[in-house]
C-alpha cells in the first residue's frame, strides 16, 4: 500500500511549458488527501517558487527543495543543509574567472541571489525556479543568508562535462555537481540529495520504502527514485535514470504522473 509519493517538479509534474493541468491535479490530490497519504514535492527548486504553485496546501504537502538541501513541514524550515560561506565565496570566484561562466544563481535560505549586471535573458530563465531573487553588487556582499546550492546555466554540454570534472576534482570532498535538466547544473554539499531528505521524512513518518511511490527524470532524482520498487523514470528521462527506475511513466505533458498516481488510488481502493 502506498502511503507516501515524492513527486520532481519540471520535467515530471509540470509540462514543458512550466504548466500543470491544475483541475486534473486537484482532482487526484483530493484522492491523496482523503487517503492520508504523504504529499511531497521535491526539486531543485527554491522553497518559495514551489510553494507558490501550491498555495493554501501548505499543511497538505511537504517541500524538498534545492535537491534536498532544505525541508519544509507544515510552512516551517525542518532541516537545513549549507556550505561554508568563504566555501561559497571561493566556488564563485572559480566558476566566474576560471571557468568565464556568467549566468550563476546562489540559493540562500531566505532569497537567491543574482549578479546586478546579470543578462535579462538569464533573469527570465531563472524565474522557472526561483521566486525571491535578489540582486547583488557582488555576492561577497551578501552577509546574513546561509548558502545551500549554486547553481549555473550552461548551455554545451560539453562545457557542463568539463566544468562538473573540473569544479569536484578542484573541491574534492567538499562540493559535489549535478545535473537537473535544463542546461542547469547544481552544486550542493556532498551527502545531500532527495533521497536522503526523503528517507529522513519516512523515517519520522513511519513509513516503508516500498510504501513510498516516487517520479523523476533527471540525474539529481537518482536517489530518491532508488529508495523504492514503486520507482516511475518520465517517457523523457536522462539514461542514467532510466537504469535506476523499476517503471516508466507517460510523458511530463501527458500529464503522466497524475495517470500513474491515479492508477495506484484506484487499486487501493
Not at 18 to 30: A, L, V
Not at 82 to 103: A, K
Not at 217 to 246: F, G, R, V, W
Request: net charge negative; proline share 1%.
Amino acid at each position: 500500500m502506498i502511503k507516501a509519493i515524492a513527486v520532481d517538479k519540471d520535467g515530471t509534474l509540470f509540462k514543458s511549458n512550466h504548466t500543470f493541468d491544475e483541475i486534473y491535479f486537484e482532482k487526484i490530490f483530493e484522492g491523496i488527501t482523503k487517503r492520508n497519504i504523504k504529499f511531497i514535492v521535491a526539486s531543485g527548486n527554491q522553497y518559495a517558487q514551489l510553494r507558490s504553485y501550491f498555495p493554501g496546501k501548505e499543511a497538505q504537502i511537504t517541500y524538498v527543495a534545492e535537491n534536498g538541501a532544505v525541508t519544509y513541514v507544515d510552512d516551517t524550515l525542518v532541516s537545513s543543509s549549507h556550505f561554508d560561506q568563504q566555501l561559497t565565496f571561493d566556488i564563485l570566484q572559480t566558476i566566474m574567472v576560471d571557468y568565464n561562466i556568467s549566468d550563476v544563481i546562489v540559493s540562500g535560505i531566505k532569497s537567491a541571489y543574482v549578479k546586478s549586471d546579470c543578462s535579462d535573458e538569464f533573469m527570465n530563465f531563472i524565474t522557472n525556479y526561483y521566486y525571491d531573487i535578489e540582486k547583488v553588487e557582488n555576492f561577497s556582499d551578501i552577509k546574513d543568508d546561509q548558502f545551500v546550492k549554486v547553481a549555473m546555466r550552461i548551455k554545451d554540454d560539453n562545457i557542463v562535462n568539463q566544468v562538473k570534472t573540473g569544479l569536484e576534482s578542484e573541491y574534492a570532498h567538499e562540493i559535489r555537481a549535478v545535473t537537473s535538466g535544463a542546461e542547469s547544473v547544481d552544486l550542493i554539499l556532498p551527502g545531500v540529495n532527495k533521497g536522503v531528505a526523503i528517507q529522513a521524512l519516512l523515517n519520522q513518518w513511519g513509513i516503508e520504502q516500498d510504501e513510498l511511490l516516487a517520479f523523476g527524470d533527471a540525474n539529481n532524482d537518482l536517489e530518491m527514485l532508488a529508495l523504492t520498487t514503486h520507482s516511475y523514470a518520465m517517457a523523457k528521462c536522462s539514461p542514467e535514470l532510466e537504469k535506476i527506475a523499476q517503471h516508466r511513466a507517460p510523458s511530463n505533458d501527458e500529464s503522466g504522473v497524475l495517470q500513474v498516481i491515479e492508477r495506484y488510488l484506484k487499486q487501493q481502493d
